[in-house]
T-cell receptor, first 115, second 111 residues
C-alpha cells in the first residue's frame, strides 16, 4: 500500500522546457490536488479534481495543465518552464467525505528548479 | 482579503509553555477546518480537524472554532522541542472539494 506516489523527486529544467510531474494513488480517493510550496511559504492550490474526468483551477493555475483520466492518476504538466515555477510540488488525495471531512494524504513532494 | 490567513510568525516558546496558533478565513459558508504540521523538508501531516463550534481536544492539542468570528485556533500545551515545525491551517470550501491553506506559522520550541 504505497499511498500517494510522486515522480520525479528532483528535476532541473531549463527555461522554456516542458515536463510532467506524475502522481499516482492506490487509496481509491476521488479527490486529488496539486499544490506548490515556495520557500518559507504555505501551500498554494494549482489544480484539483473531484473525480475522473473532472478538473478545476485553484489559486495559481497559470503555466500548468492537468488531466484526470483515471481515479489513480493525476499528472501535472508544466509548459514552457519559467524561473517563477521553481518550487516544491505536492500531490495529495482527499477522502472527500460527504460531511466535508476532506482529510488529505500527501505525496513526498517533487522539487523542481528552473534555470 | 486572503481566503485563509494565519498569524505571522515565527513563534518562539519555551519548552513546557502553551503555543497558540491562529487562523481566520473569509468564506462564511466553510464547514471543515484542519491543522497540518510540516517538518522541514517533509510533507504536511494532519494533526487536528474540527467541524463544529467549540473546542476539540486530542492529547496536548486543542483546536478551537468560532464560525461567527470566522476564526480557528490551535493550542499546544506542554510544548516540546519536537513540536518545532510549520503549522498550516486549511479550510474546505462549502460547495466543492477545494481545500485552501494559509501561509503557515513557523513554531520553535526552545529548551
Amino acid at each position: 500500500n504505497a499511498g500517494v506516489t510522486q515522480t520525479p523527486k528532483f528535476r532541473i529544467l531549463k527555461i522554456g522546457q516542458s515536463m510532467t510531474l506524475q502522481c499516482t494513488q492506490d487509496m481509491n480517493h476521488n479527490y486529488m490536488y496539486w499544490y506548490r510550496q515556495d520557500p518559507g511559504m504555505g501551500l498554494k492550490l494549482i489544480y484539483y479534481s473531484v473525480g475522473a474526468g473532472i478538473t478545476d483551477k485553484g489559486e495559481v493555475p497559470n503555466g500548468y495543465n492537468v488531466s484526470r483520466s483515471t481515479t489513480e492518476d493525476f499528472p501535472l504538466r508544466l509548459e514552457l518552464a519559467a524561473p517563477s515555477q521553481t518550487s516544491v510540488y505536492f500531490c495529495a488525495t482527499g477522502t472527500g467525505a460527504n460531511s466535508g471531512a476532506n482529510v488529505l494524504t500527501f505525496g513526498a513532494g517533487s522539487r523542481l528548479t528552473v534555470l | 482579503q486572503k481566503e485563509v490567513e494565519q498569524n505571522s510568525g515565527p513563534l518562539s516558546v519555551p519548552e513546557g509553555a502553551i503555543a497558540s496558533l491562529n487562523c481566520t478565513y473569509s468564506d462564511r459558508g466553510s464547514q471543515s477546518f484542519f491543522w497540518y504540521r510540516q517538518y522541514s523538508g517533509k510533507s504536511p501531516e494532519l494533526i487536528m480537524s474540527i467541524y463544529s463550534n467549540g473546542d476539540k481536544e486530542d492529547g496536548r492539542f486543542t483546536a478551537q472554532l468560532n464560525k461567527a468570528s470566522q476564526y480557528v485556533s490551535l493550542l499546544i500545551r506542554d510544548s516540546q522541542p519536537s513540536d518545532s515545525a510549520t503549522y498550516l491551517c486549511a479550510v474546505n470550501a462549502p460547495r466543492d472539494g477545494k481545500l485552501t491553506f494559509g501561509q503557515g506559522t513557523i513554531l520553535t520550541v526552545h529548551p
